[in-house]
Structure formats: C-alpha cells, structure tokens
C-alpha cells in the first residue's frame, strides 16, 4: 500500500475533522460513485473511446478512486498490493491461458 499518499491523505482528513464522516458503508458508497463518475465521462462517446479533452477528468476521477480505496482499505487493515497480488493468483488459476485466450467467458463457461 502507498503508506505516504495515504498519511497525506488522512492529514487531509484530519484537519478538517471529516473522519466522523468516513464509515465504511460512507467509504465504500464513495468509491461507487466516483467510479460512475468516470464511467460517465464514456456516456455518448463514439467507438467507446473518450475524447482527449476528456482525459484530465478521468485523470481526476481516477485520483478520487484511489483515494477511496486507500481510505477504505486502511479501515479493514488491507495491503492492496498483497491483496491485488493473491487475486492475480486466483485470476490465473480461473482462467488458464489454454481456455481462456481471446475470450471473454467468465470462468465458470469455459
């Protein structure tokens, strides 16, 4: 986990007395939103690509994401890296190169 944003990150919070406010049911519903929030930016955008004037706002919405996570992850006691890593594990054993190459099919039909 990136220990130094996320003690920059609860400085900030800090500060301005918003942890009363960070429960994780709030966090997790922050994370969601911000993530629609970057999904929306694709709304109406022709061949599903986003337009470059468009690209500092993900850039933005992405940052709220990660801040999110970080928040969210540090109230369960969560090392994303350890987490992402193990889950890259399970990815790979649920979708063996040899059945899952160039498909889209979840792990349970292939």
Known sequence: MNKVLL?????????????????????????VLEATEALE????????KLPKEKVNELKDEIADIYYWLLLLSDEYHID?????????????????IEKSKGSSKKYTEL
């Open 80 to 96: 994303l890296d350890r987490a992402l890593h193990n889950k890259l594990k399970i990815i790979a054993k649920k979708y063996p």
């Open 7 to 31: 003690s920059k990150i609860k400085r900030i919070r800090d500060e301005r007395d918003w942890k009363q406010f960070h429960l994780p049911k709030n966090l997790a519903i922050s994370l």
């Open 41 to 48: 930016l694709f709304q109406w955008t022709k061949d599903n």
